[in-house]
């Protein structure tokens, strides 16, 4: 059996959480989708803070964050994950809008994992989030104190 | 050592091609009073009677006076100016005091009776010698004129507080006593070389000293008593005009008279007349056409002052008047220009601070607001150091100006006609609005990218949900339409993106090197292959030369130009794409892009190159309308041009012209 592991995913926009869900969906990664409506609950997620209190022990395999975010925006999170002893090896993959190269840069100077800029075609869409849901969720060997369950 | 400070007391500067003539006559008569002495020495060495007397019945040059020219000379020639080489300093120096103590030994030899055996130390002279007391011994005159002259050489550069040069006036000495020989000979009057019965000058040794004077003071020609007489002014006019007359006139009127009375055509009386009324009215029609002279200099003089003041007020109008912000400062980094526009850029008016202290007191920052900037890099210091600056972006912020202003500056040395350093200047504005405008447009076209492409994404998406909902009984007709929806977001994406890259085309920082077009153009060939699909290509590539430019912007030139050629040349079989270059201007390569496609209508050929615009349908050829846009601006910002020619049908060329890669450098 395929070990499937907990993916977080930070998005304010509702449209953009259903069509991300969908694509997850199409591939079987739906299940274990956590999602965060800005990078302060993110934050709580992570820390086991607020509303997050009574969650089950352990990181997630893998954090989808986008950058351009109501109160705490997506590089804030990236800059705070990796001061963070406890949260600094969790893979985090942008999901954004945004082509600009200053944003690029900057997710690359803060150690981020993967930068994906989502495709205006839907199938495009798609295949990207699959790529990045496969690798990171089901092939990448993710870093000690990961959730891991069977399906 | 000598001075080589080029102060001048005169109060009008040397004229300078009077300075740079008499210079050259200095040298050249060094040289000659130098050679003169060799021959002499020559005729002693080998008894040649002409050399060492010229006419049998005159005294000879004695072989001390040669010898003691040969030095003189060699002195002069050393310590010509420009040419006071630390070596051979001292050197000319010995030369010139080797001089004196010849001169003071043999007057001493005179004064006391003494022998002191230095006459006859080179060559022995007969005891029967013509015009000669004691045999081999210079006349008593010449070892006092070789006396002065000697301590002339010596002190040539020393220079009172009050600007005079004592050795001006001791070869004056020297001067005076060869002229008065000279005259002596002409008018056959021997006190004027002999003195008493004492041995006589030789009349090539009056000359030779006449020489070495003239030579002596012609050496230092903006300095002291000469500086007057090189001056630019009405009284080195007057000093250049009146002198030769003055000392030629004079001594020609006295030989006539005599002439005429040795003659016999009138006596004592007549003679004084004559002598008396020829001056007068020499000396008043040269007086006469001196003051015109003068008055023409004085003239001249005024309306050169005039022409500056005039000059001078037009400058105070541009530097008053002028947006940009003019600061000149002197080599001391002294301020001396510090105009209205300056005054409300930097917000400080000039202060008396060194040049060191310049970053501090006006407080001048690097872009990054943070770091001081180094005083000694300010484009001010460098160009009074002789540097050049242009366009330097600097932050200025002090009590005044709390919010700070971004600067732009360009600074540039100032010399003076012979190419001396006086100080620098620079040329400034405030470029804080321009860069605020920057960074919003940033600001816009963040958001263009991120805000406008989220809605189209959820468009598509959604219709892509609402497609497998509908699959299995839907029309065709909605899926028609659903496929349009989906096809229109799907293009505005592509103008968005298109158009947010040509935005950032215009402000990408360019990169300049030396760029291989044909291994550019086989990198696009490559990254294209997959559009050329079906279609069957040929390619004639000529040659191509290398050019001067950004590699990642010629290659979107090329891609653009190589992709439209495709495109349009799809309903050819085969397709033909020529890549080649024109003779153009010098320095400049012109290349094109030909094809065989379907061409365009020149009529509308003006439209090329804007942005969104298309000549063809787009169900006949897809596209943004943007790619040439970026051709032309990114030719543009290397210099070039675009242009294009086709006619319908017959397939269109596409052109741009480059700057050509200077041969050697990078």
Known sequence: MEELKRILLVEDDEKDIELTLEALAEHKLANEVVVARDGAEALDYLRRRGIFTMRANGNPAVVLLDLKMPKVDGLQVLKEMRFDAQLKAIPVVILTSSRESGDLEECYQQGVNAYVVKPVKFQDFVSAIKEVGIFWAILNEPPPGSVRRSR | ?666
Request: glycine fraction near 10%; proline fraction near 4%; hydrophobic fraction near 45%.
């Open chain 2, 1 to 666: 050592m000598p001075s080589s400070s080029t102060t001048v007391r005169s109060d009008f500067l040397s004229d300078p091609l009077l300075v740079s003539r008499s210079a050259a006559f200095s040298k050249f008569a060094s040289f000659v009073v130098a050679a003169s002495g060799g021959v002499v020495l020559l005729g002693w060495a080998f008894d040649i009677e002409v050399l060492k007397s010229v006419l049998p019945m005159w005294v000879t040059m004695k072989a001390n006076t040669a010898a003691c020219f040969v030095l003189a000379g060699f002195s002069l020639w050393c310590k010509q100016q420009g040419q006071t080489y630390p070596k051979s300093y001292p050197f000319s120096q010995a030369c010139a005091a080797m001089v004196v103590l010849v001169g003071s030994l043999t007057w001493m030899e005179y004064l006391f009776g003494w022998n002191l055996g230095i006459d006859q130390l080179l060559f022995r002279e007969g005891g029967e010698a013509i015009g000669t007391s004691s045999p081999g011994r210079m006349a008593p005159n010449t070892a006092l004129a070789f006396l002065t002259a000697g301590a002339a050489l010596l002190m040539l550069d020393v220079e009172t507080k009050r600007g005079t040069r004592p050795a001006q006036f001791l070869t004056l000495a020297d001067g005076s006593i060869g002229w008065l020989a000279l005259v002596g000979y002409a008018y056959g009057v021997r006190p004027l070389y002999g003195v008493a019965s004492f041995t006589q000058m030789a009349f090539h040794t009056a000359i030779a000293f006449t020489l070495l004077s003239a030579g002596i003071l012609a050496s230092r020609p903006s300095h002291g008593l000469v500086a007057v007489f090189t001056s630019s002014g009405a009284g080195g006019v007057m000093a250049r005009r009146m002198l030769p007359v003055g000392i030629l006139v004079p001594a020609a009127l006295g030989y006539l008279r005599l002439w005429g009375e040795r003659m016999g055509f009138y006596g004592t009386e007549l003679g004084v007349a004559f002598v008396a009324i020829s001056s007068t009215i020499v000396f008043s029609a040269w007086m006469m056409a001196t003051a015109q002279a003068l008055n023409a200099v004085a003239e001249e003089r005024q309306r050169v002052q005039e022409e500056k003041a005039q000059q001078a007020r037009t400058l105070e109008a541009i530097l008053s008047s002028i947006g940009e912000g003019v600061v000149v400062a002197d080599t001391n980094g002294k301020f001396l220009v510090w105009n209205p526009a300056a005054e409300k850029i930097v917000g400080l008016g000039a202060k008396d601070v060194s040049p060191g202290e310049w970053s501090r007191a006006y407080g001048f920052f690097l872009p990054d607001q943070k770091t001081p900037y180094p005083s000694e890099d300010l484009p001010l210091a460098r160009a009074i150091g002789g540097g050049s600056v242009d366009n330097d972006e600097q932050f200025l912020r002090h009590a005044g100006a709390p919010e700070g202003r971004y600067l732009n500056v360009t600074g540039r040395p100032l010399r003076d006609s012979s190419g001396i350093l006086q100080g620098g200047v620079v040329v400034f504005r405030d470029v804080t609005q321009q860069k605020q405008a920057q960074k919003e447009l940033e600001a816009f076209s963040y958001s263009v990218s991120h805000d406008l492409r989220s809605p189209l994404r959820h468009i598509d998406g959604f219709i892509e949900l609402l497609q497998k909902r509908l699959a299995p009984n839907a029309d065709s007709q909605v899926q028609r339409y659903l496929a349009t929806i989906s096809g229109s977001a799907k293009r505005m994406g592509d103008l968005i993106d298109e158009l947010l890259a040509f935005s950032r085309m215009g402000r990408a920082e360019m990169r300049e090197t030396r760029v291989d077009l044909i291994s550019l153009l086989d990198q696009v060939r490559r990254e294209l292959g997959p559009d050329e699909k079906g279609q069957k290509v040929e390619w004639k590539i000529g040659e191509l030369p290398e050019v001067e430019g950004d590699p990642a912007m010629l290659c979107l030139v090329l891609s653009n130009l190589v992709r439209n050629a495709l495109k349009f040349t799809r309903t050819r079989n085969p397709a033909v794409i020529e890549v080649g270059t024109r003779g153009g201007r010098p320095g400049r390569t012109v290349i094109f892009v030909r094809d065989n496609g379907v061409g365009f209508d020149m009529q509308y050929a003006g439209k090329l190159f804007g942005v969104f615009q298309r000549l063809h349908r787009q169900e006949e050829f897809e596209g943004t309308g943007i790619g040439l846009a970026n051709v032309r601006r990114i030719v543009h910002r290397h210099g070039g041009e675009t242009w294009a020619e086709s006619s319908m049908g017959a397939g269109a060329t596409f052109y741009f012209s480059l700057p050509t890669a200077k041969q050697g450098g990078a």
